[in-house]
């Protein structure tokens, strides 16, 4: 069986002229020359369809300046209005913020005048006790020697194929909740993040790229401010908390330290609002008590 020759038995391989090449050599459509051309044989536009062709431009023209000046005076004429409901809109905002302003010195003031009934009313003791117990939940400030744990983003980097922004270099939900556990587990009594006080209904949750501490926004760098025993620093560096962000800092470029601070004051976090479980339908009667029959009970909702 004899392979045919790629080069036509000439000894010499040939090309075609490829597209590009063939582009630049004759960048002008045949028709388009012929075009030119005829028009060239003929002379162009002469007499009537000259005067024609520039009148429908002129008539265009005039148009295009007619909306210009319609759109202008329109723009023109709701500025006012623009202006009238963004200074509404301010005004709305401000009063707002000084209603919020009086509600929260209201709620201060009665905040006082119930400490100091309590005091009255209840002996030392109990008093003392409740301090306690208001410091240990996290609704009273607190002051105290412990550690200071920060951390911050690295530098990110944009994927070269994508385009999108990494984020691996970004300190996440996760990284907060493992410093807080792991403070809590060395002996933490009161932490908070940024300010914010931790308690034992606190959430730490990623919300697009911000993170939450309950419902309020932290930005980097994170200070997780912990008050505890003298060893909490070294406990938390050597622990597990401080190997991990060790790596994070040693392979994504992310800040962290940890020191020791003195006499720093934890401020009370906001009223904690419980809920209990209630259930829908009372419990069944035990046996041989007195309760109601089989036909005063109430009817069941599709076993709910």
Partial sequence: MT?????????????????????????LDPGYADAAARRAESGGRTGVRK??????AAVVLLLIGFLFVLAYRQTVADEPARTQARQELAEQVQRRRDGTEELQAR????????????????????????????AASGLA????????????????SVDPVTGERRSD?????????????????SGAEAIAIN????????????????????????????EVVAIGPDDLTDDFRNGYAGQFFEKLS?????????????????????????????????PPAPSGSSGPSMSESPASEGGR
């Fill in 3 to 27: 392979v045919p020759d790629p080069d036509g038995g000439s000894g010499k391989r040939t090309f075609g002229p490829d597209f590009l090449t063939e582009l630049f050599r004759n960048p």
């Fill in 250 to 282: 040693a392979r994504y470029g992310m800040s962290f330290e940890v020191t020791e601070v003195k006499n720093v004051t934890l401020d009370g976090a906001a009223e904690l609002k419980l809920r209990a479980a209630v259930p829908s339908t009372a």
């Fill in 169 to 185: 270099s970004r300190v996440k939900d996760t990284d907060l909740q493992l410093a807080a556990n792991a403070l809590w587990s």
């Fill in 141 to 156: 400030t607190v002051r105290g020697s412990g550690v200071q744990v920060t951390v911050g983003d690295g530098p990110t």
């Fill in 51 to 56: 005067q024609a062709a520039r009148g429908s």
């Fill in 195 to 222: 300010g914010e006080r931790l308690t034992a209904t606190s959430t730490i949750r990623q919300a697009g790229e911000a993170i939450l501490v309950d419902v309020r926004p932290v930005t980097t760098p994170y």
């Fill in 107 to 134: 709620a201060d003031a009665l905040a006082d005048e119930v400490a100091e009934l309590r005091e009255r009313e209840l002996s030392d003791a109990a008093v003392a006790r409740l301090r306690d117990l208001e």
